[in-house]
Structures are given as C-alpha cells and as structure tokens.
C-alpha cells in the first residue's frame, strides 16, 4: 500500500526497538542520559539538588548551555568561572557540571518527545493519505467520475504526499539533535576537568 510505499524507504526505520516503537531515529534511543558517561569529575549528587540555589551558577548555566553558543567561548567561560576561586573549584566545578547536565538533559529529553510526537503524527498522517489514494483509484476507474473532482484529489494526494515527506527530512535533521547535545555536555565536561586538573597541577 501507500503507506508502506511512503514508509520503507526511509533509513530512519532501521533502528526501530521493541520498546520504544515511536522512535524514529538510526541511533537507538537512550532516554535519560548518565552523568557517568560525561563526567569523571568531582561527585555532583548533592549539587543536582542545589545548583539552582546559586544565582552565578544559574546565570552561568543559562549563558553557556544554549547550542548557539560556541562550545569553544563556553569552554572558556566554565574554565575562568571553576578557576576563579582556588579554594572552591570542586564545589564550582561541581554545581557548573550539575546545572549544565540537568538543562542539558532536559533539553534532550524534549527533542526526543517531540520525535516521537511527530513520528505519531506521521503515522497517522500516511492513514490519511491511504485513505485518499484508495478514493483517488476508485475515481479513476470510474469513467462517470468528474475530471475536476479526479485533479482536486489528485492534487490533494500530491500535497499530502509532499508534506509527509518534508517532515521526514525535518526529523532526519532533529535526530542528531540529541546526539549533538550530549557531544556538548561530555566536550564541556571534559574541558571543565581538564581546568580542575591544569590548576591542580600548577
């Protein structure tokens, strides 16, 4: 049918998993991120829970975590903020680190709801088209079916079709989205360490 016609081209269906049948993206789905996989600094458990405590911390966080901001320039500013008291580096680096991977995790988490949102949609949309495409074939074969009612649904199923398949672009794009954000988090993590260590060694 149309459906699987529109549907089995599409590489993003390769990595499908039993549990997370909504999920349209080759990487296989990992929901929540660890902080262990990112982060090998100082312990950020009781910081998780105090971050948003510390004005500075939250306006730092706020400033370096959007992906518009060059991960270089944010680097930079987490290294001075963790370097700029010697005797509070671990707690700095530690609250910087707990604030970036709760926003960033955040984040990531709503890119993937929002996928799976859309591949929702999708699905239903192709129904929509199905049902179309089977009206536009029983016109066809209809030699009492108007013309002009034959082109409008032609034209319908083209629109239809077209759509569907700008979506399936958008979310070949939005599924690096979340890769690219945990990129992010493990790159400022590591840079954050590595100012932790620099300064230790000085």
């Known amino acids: ?8 081209p599409a590489p993003l269906r390769a990595a499908t998993q039993p549990d997370a049948p909504d999920w349209p993206c080759v ?6 991120l660890s902080a262990g996989t990112v982060w090998q600094g100082p312990p950020i458990d009781q910081a998780l829970d105090e971050w948003r405590t510390d004005p500075e911390v939250v306006e730092l966080v706020n400033e370096i975590a959007p992906r518009r901001v060059p991960v270089e320039t944010a680097e930079a500013t987490a290294a001075r903020f963790i370097t700029a008291d010697p005797a509070e580096q671990e707690k700095r680096a530690s609250l910087l680190f707990a604030g970036l991977f709760d926003t960033l995790n955040q984040e990531r988490g709503e890119v993937i709801a929002g996928l799976e949102r859309l591949t929702r949609r999708q699905r239903e949309f192709v129904r929509a088209i199905e049902a179309d495409a089977a009206r536009l074939r029983t016109l066809q074969k209809d ?8 082109q409008e649904l032609t034209n319908r199923v083209t629109w239809q079709t077209r ?18 954000i945990e990129k992010r988090l493990f790159v400022l993590g590591r840079a954050m360490q590595g100012a932790l260590q620099q300064d230790g060694s000085d």
């Open 1 to 8: 049918g149309l459906a699987a016609a529109l549907l089995a």
């Open 27 to 32: 990487q296989r789905l990992v929901p929540e």
């Open 163 to 180: 759509i569907f398949e700008e979506r399936r672009r958008t979310i070949r794009y939005v599924c690096e989205v979340p890769v690219q």
């Open 143 to 150: 030699p009492d079916a108007e013309p002009a009612a034959v």
